[in-house]
């Protein structure tokens, strides 16, 4: 054995990876026989009583492959293990009631003090999405490291928002860290890695993402988080249980309004109801967590004098929201070609965007 | 003795002579039939000798030969039955010696010597015409086809004994009057009119720029827009099919057997809409006798496929290359055919699979990456081939009851037609016709961008990150704007109106 990992951090790896062992069953272990190497060399009936059958069976298998397959394995997958209680294990992951008793990471250990668990659903909607990676990003511009589960959805865009923001930003995985779910994201999670992120995992190597997984999964997210921001959920869903998590844990939660009859927006608006703080942009998140002093001045949509009639005329229909195509004819009173070049001479210069289903929006920064 | 008769095959929509001998002489009854006849023309023996019977004439006794010539010609269909029952008659001697080399004969008989109607009476009709023959006799029911062929005596017959009467001289049929191709565009009715489509200023718009430069078109909007409506007013609003236009069209539907029997020369332009479970034979064309597809049936005229991305890739890949070159070749082991397939393609399609992604009205409960795995059905190399893109917004309701009626088709046609003919004299020596099939060299010599507009053009293509291919369609789409103004030169605004009608892949295809 060479001396990357020591032989008790290859024993914790070894009882970490055990398929089936309960985070109570381990708790016992480690209380009763002190240290991973005494199990290993120890792994008899006693164990057997308190792993349980399944987990016992598991861990003799895995005695008999020998810790050199362990060791392979971490260097296969070019991941590390932090244990509770050593240095590189996040602090406040280790402060609440049932933490990890060992990690599994890819990339740089995840100990950060600023730092922002931006949840939501797997469903959202162009708004949910811009804004969790506009506060993603803003927040990771501010030296705030971003957590999320990279899932599809609102974990995505919180991701790519916080790289983009030259930030930190760490993954919680709900399956074992060989793999990547969903798939899609294989090449964003090279790219968390390559930016100085970190992917972790509790679970064992080859385990699939199950659905039991995730929301044991979701206490390390917000555990390890200072703060939880939840962008948009449905009324059950796993964004409730790790703002439910959140609070358990005494941290603060954040949630961003959306449409009242929309039914992303039904976690959040609940959450809001309960006493969860309000955010509308990562200035909030800054000042209540008094990681900033001042608001900075909000910029003004400026009406330039350089538009033409034409575009003035547009410019001032959709000052209050998005307008489609139509209504914006009837607004405007313009044919339909001019309207058209003219919204095209707008977009192009960067005062209005055109949305799904032929709308048009002005661009605010 | 030996009797001929002449008839056409069909190869495409091309008829290439064949002649029909006969051959009898005594000896014990043997039939054989030479000359590469598929199954339907091996089975004639039985349908030409019941006719023969039931018309009053015998069947022949001792060793009977038909050969259908050229011999190494595949022979298909049942267009034969009538020259091979008239050559019989003669070899018989039941009927008097004569020439029928200048007549051309077509029909397939009935056991009682009706004679059905054909598929390819146009191309046979024309193609004889060609080769200077002067009268055909063909079944009633395919007369209408082939009335406004000139200097052709088309003698329209119901039975067998009508046909042979008609070339004894006994009993002369009276040949068809023609009708000029005047007679027929004065006839024309707008099945679809644009006038009944409510509200959609936008989409009309986009419609009619798609029809004056001839260019394909894909709309994207939700369930209930009205996208089929709009599709179905293009044919309306496109220029008046040309006579030559007009025969092209009529023979590929002849071919294809999907004239309805009686119906005249085609003059509404055609619109498919094959159904997405399409396969691609169907839409291209094949099958073992080499059939002509859907968008061969659609030339001249508009290919519309509802719900783009439920069709097959593999059928969709295989629309490329014809829709670029204006014609397909299907290659079969014994077939190599050509038909045109010079249309417009028109595609709609939703904006997400549960159909509501953007809509005003209902919340869309697709999440992104749903909509990306649908979007990305849709190929593409394939969206390149498309020049328009536009979003087609759901009407509201009061626009529908309450609104006055948008112009009617033959209003916009006009347009269409002056830009059309701005672009006929622009092409004239290019050997195109419309905007929408300039190459790069047409572009460069003849579109005529003013600095202004090069202008705008290049700051889009720097914001959508567009391709070569996506800058040429741009330029096309804004030739047909100026076009439709009316402009020489391509204007800043027709330009800035043209990036609009390309900015959809960039929305919702690069996310």
């Known amino acids: 054995m060479d001396g990357k990992f020591t032989r008790e951090t290859l024993c914790r790896a070894w009882l970490q990876n055990a398929e089936g062992l309960s985070w109570r069953a381990q708790e016992t272990l480690l209380a009763y026989f002190g240290s991973g190497e005494v199990i290993f060399d120890l792994l008899g009936g006693t164990m057997l009583a308190i792993a349980g059958e399944k987990a016992y069976k598991s861990l003799v298998n895995s005695k008999n492959e020998g810790l050199e397959r362990i060791e392979q394995r971490l260097l296969e997958n070019d991941a590390q293990l932090v244990v509770r209680g050593t240095s590189g294990y996040p602090y406040l992951l280790e402060q609440i009631n049932d933490p990890p008793h060992a990690l599994f990471i890819k990339g740089l250990p995840a100990d950060d003090e600023k730092s922002v668990a931006i949840v939501g659903s797997r469903r959202e909607t162009r708004y949910g999405r811009t804004q969790a990676y506009n506060i993603a990003k803003e927040l990771a511009q501010h030296g705030v490291t971003i957590v999320s589960g990279l899932a599809r959805g609102i974990d995505t865009a919180a991701h790519e928002g916080a790289l983009a923001g030259g930030g930190r930003t760490v993954a919680v995985l709900g399956n074992g860290i060989d793999q990547i779910y969903p798939p899609e994201n294989t090449e964003l999670a090279r790219r968390i890695v390559d930016q100085g992120g970190a992917i972790i995992s509790e679970f064992p190597f080859g385990s699939a993402p199950l659905a039991h997984h995730f929301p044991i999964r979701n206490r390390i997210i917000s555990g390890i988080s200072a703060a939880t921001l939840l962008v948009e959920g449905h009324a059950r869903s796993g964004t409730m249980i790790t703002a439910g998590y959140a609070a358990e844990q005494g941290r603060e939660v954040f949630a961003l309004p959306g449409m009242v009859d929309a039914p992303g927006s039904a976690a959040p608006l609940r959450l809001l109801r309960e006493g969860a703080n309000i955010c509308t942009c990562a200035q909030d998140i800054l000042l209540d967590m008094r990681w900033e002093g001042e608001r900075k001045s909000e910029e003004k949509v400026q009406v330039s004098s350089s538009f033409t009639p034409e575009q003035q005329v547009i410019v001032s229909a959709l000052a209050n929201e998005q307008k489609y195509f139509e209504e914006l004819i009837t607004l405007t009173g313009l044919s339909p070609e001019v309207l058209t070049g003219e919204l095209a001479m707008l977009e192009l210069d960067g005062v209005v965007e055109s949305r799904a289903g032929r709308a048009y929006a002005l661009l605010t920064k | 003795m030996l009797a001929r008769t002449k008839c056409f095959a069909l190869q495409g929509i091309e008829g290439v002579p064949v002649t029909v001998e006969a051959f009898v002489s005594g000896g014990q009854f043997v039939f054989s039939m030479v000359g590469l006849p598929d199954a339907a023309v091996r089975e004639s023996r039985e349908r030409v000798f019941a006719a023969l019977k039931n018309n009053g004439f015998t069947t022949p006794t001792g060793h009977v030969t038909v050969n259908l010539s050229p011999a190494d010609l595949k022979k298909e269909g049942a267009a034969f039955d009538l020259p091979i029952a008239v050559a019989i008659a003669i070899a018989t001697r039941q009927v008097k010696p004569m020439d029928t080399s200048g007549i051309l004969l077509m029909g397939e008989l009935a056991l009682d010597g009706r004679l059905v109607p054909v598929r390819g009476a146009l191309s046979m009709v024309i193609a004889a015409h060609e080769h200077g023959m002067r009268e055909v006799i063909l079944p009633a029911e395919n007369a209408a086809e082939v009335q406004a062929v000139q200097g052709m005596l088309v003698y ?21 009057e023609q009708k000029s191709y005047q007679e027929y565009r004065d006839q024309r009715q707008i099945s679809y009119d644009l006038s009944s489509v409510r509200g959609q200023a936008g989409a009309r718009r986009a419609l009619e720029v798609a029809a004056a430069g001839g260019h394909n078109m894909l709309m994207v909007g939700v369930p209930g827009s009205g996208k089929t409506m709009l599709a179905r007013c293009l044919p309306g609003i496109l220029p008046q099919m040309t006579l030559e236009e007009a025969f092209e069209t009529t023979r590929i539907h002849s071919v294809a057997g999907m004239l309805t029997p009686g119906s005249g020369l085609m003059t509404e332009r055609p619109f498919r809409t094959p159904h997405h479970s ?234």
């Not at chain 2, 014609?327 to 190599?336: D, G, P, S």
């Open chain 2, 278 to 511: 399409a396969s691609m034979p169907s839409l291209i064309g094949g099958g073992a006798n080499a059939a002509p597809g859907e968008i061969s049936l659609a030339h001249n005229g508009v290919l519309f496929l509802d719900e783009l991305p439920e069709y097959s890739r593999v059928a969709l890949e295989a629309l490329r290359q014809p829709l670029e070159d204006g014609v397909c070749t299907i290659t079969r082991v014994r077939a190599h055919t050509q038909y045109l397939s010079r249309c417009m393609l028109v595609a709609s399609m939703n904006p997400c699979p549960c159909g509501y992604y953007g809509s005003a009205v209902r919340q869309c409960r697709c999440g992104s990456h749903e909509i990306k795995r649908y979007l990305d059905r849709v190929s593409g190399p394939l969206l390149d081939r498309i020049d328009l893109h536009i979003e087609v917004d759901a009407v509201p309701l009061e626009e529908i009851t309450d609104s006055k009626k948008g112009e009617d088709s033959a209003t916009v046609r006009q347009r269409v037609e002056k830009a059309r003919a701005l672009q006929l004299k622009r092409f004239e020596h290019a050997g195109i016709t419309c905007n929408a099939q300039m190459n790069n060299k047409h572009i460069e010599e003849l579109a005529m961008v003013s600095s202004q507009a090069n202008a705008v053009l290049s700051k889009a293509m720097e914001k959508y990150q567009l391709s070569m291919r996506g800058y040429m369609r741009m330029i096309k789409v804004a030739r047909t704007i100026s076009d439709l103004r009316g402009e020489e030169e391509i204007s800043a605004a027709a330009m800035a109106e043209a990036i609009q009608y390309r900015t959809l892949d960039a929305k919702y295809w690069s996310r």
């Open chain 2, 156 to 176: 329209p017959a119901h039975t067998l004994y009508e046909a042979i009467m008609h070339l004894t001289g006994a009993a002369p049929l009276l040949a068809q």
